[in-house]
């Protein structure tokens, strides 16, 4: 194991290698309207349709590839497969700088969800670089790199899409070489003869966590609620810089100021504030209320006609985001010592399932009902979509068992 000190620069590489990868989606969200549009020539409609494609094309390629890319780090090493990535990602972002027809632009956001499918990867090497005391709060850090990410990213294509619709890239190709050269500087290959392992085609398969779910008591029914809340949330990457444009006309700064909004005041929910709310209410009552919350959060975003009450219904609406992680602490509760990693990988699963799902029915309900032609114009139906998901969830928790006891306890 290498000295402290010379644990540092590797593991800074390793959080900035994550937090350039959960940038990814959120980098270039402000720009999507002015890109499409520009790119195709069409409506704002139409340019939200093509982002559906584009958001379920990246979360596709991650969800595939997430398990081939953390064997392949098994069998030749955390060092190659992360530089590789880097380098990679980074001609991708020049491309897409470059692209003029949406095929090359669907063809960069393949790439960039293979490329960004390293989580693993980086998880597993700061494990082969921390002693078994230090994991946990080394895995804490990764998370709290990936939340940095999705606030950093928005905030950042925000700002420099108002230099133009392709500034957000070119950041993002610089960063992603410049943290592949501190990587080929800073970080030594952590797997030895001792711990390489020959890839098996049973850890290639994306829906394997799904195996344990008929082993842990109440996991159907908590998967299926937490699916339901991951595909209703994901309305807000999916057409938030859309609505916000057909809505108020917001500009690219603004839109990406909002979302780094939401996401600061989600890590504050998620972070401290669940504690009160676990206190008060128990793991079930609180999902209930996070549900009930988000439901109503959505029922006023559909519909609010000023954008300075939806900036501050904006962090306000954070305030549901208790929902998950008391979800996951509840089911948690329910499975053995040896069956939580089984229990981590089916949310992780279920959370990408609905990565995918969520933005074409987004997307396509935004357009249908801001087309030149719609009958109605309503900017916010995504909203109401996500608000009847939610009471779905709800029902779904709230109905008995089959001895008539709650069927989330």
């Known amino acids: ?18 937090m350039i990868d959960s940038m990814g989606i959120g980098l270039i969200i402000p720009v999507m309207p002015d890109l499409l549009r520009e790119v195709t020539g069409g409506t704002l409609a139409d340019a939200a349709l093509w982002g559906g494609v584009l958001s379920t094309s990246f979360a596709l390629m991650q969800f595939l590839c997430g398990p081939l890319v953390g064997s392949l780090s098994d069998r030749f090493g955390r060092r190659p497969v992360l530089l590789l990535s880097l380098a990679v990602m ?14 090359l632009l669907l063809a960069g956001r393949i790439v960039g969800g293979i490329t960004a499918s390293t989580q693993a990867t980086a998880s597993a090497a700061m494990a082969d670089l921390s002693r078994p005391e230090e994991k946990a709060a080394q895995f804490g850090l990764i998370g709290a790199a990936f939340g940095m990410g999705f606030v950093i990213g928005p905030l950042l294509g925000g700002l420099l899409g108002d230099m133009g619709t392709r500034a957000p890239f070119w950041a993002a190709a610089a960063l992603a070489a410049a943290n592949g050269v501190l990587g080929a500087v800073v970080l030594p290959e952590t797997v030895t003869d001792a711990t390489r392992r020959g890839l098996d085609r049973r850890r290639l398969n994306p829906l394997g966590a799904f195996r344990a779910l008929g082993r842990l008591p109440g996991a159907r029914r908590g998967l299926t609620v937490f699916f339901l809340l991951q595909t209703a949330f994901f309305v807000y990457p999916a057409i938030w810089s859309f609505f916000g444009t057909a809505r108020f006309g917001w500009s690219a700064a603004t839109i990406g100021l909002s979302l780094a909004l939401f996401g600061v005041a989600v890590a504050g929910v998620q972070g401290g504030l669940i504690r009160v709310f676990l206190r008060l209410m128990g793991e079930r009552g609180t999902v209930i209320y996070g549900l009930v919350f988000n439901a109503l959060a959505f029922l006023a975003l559909a519909f609010v006609a000023s954008g300075t009450p939806a900036l501050v219904l904006t962090p306000l609406a954070a305030l549901g985001a208790v929902t998950s992680p008391a979800l996951q602490g509840l089911l948690a509760r329910r499975a053995g ?73």
């Open 1 to 18: 194991m290498p000295a402290a000190r010379h644990r540092r620069l590797p593991r800074l590489f390793l959080l900035s290698t994550v």
């Open 90 to 103: 980074a001609v991708d972002y020049v491309v897409m700088a470059l692209a003029s027809t949406m095929w």
């Open 337 to 409: 010592a040896d069956e939580q990693g089984a229990l981590q990988g089916l949310f992780s699963s279920a959370g990408a399932l609905a990565a995918i799902v969520s933005p074409p029915v987004m997307t396509a309900t935004f357009a249908a009902f801001t087309r030149p032609d719609a009958p109605l114009h309503l900017p916010g139906a995504p909203f109401l979509v996500s608000l009847a998901i939610l009471l779905a969830a709800l029902a779904v928790v709230l109905a008995p068992d089959r001895q008539g006891r709650a069927s989330l306890r």
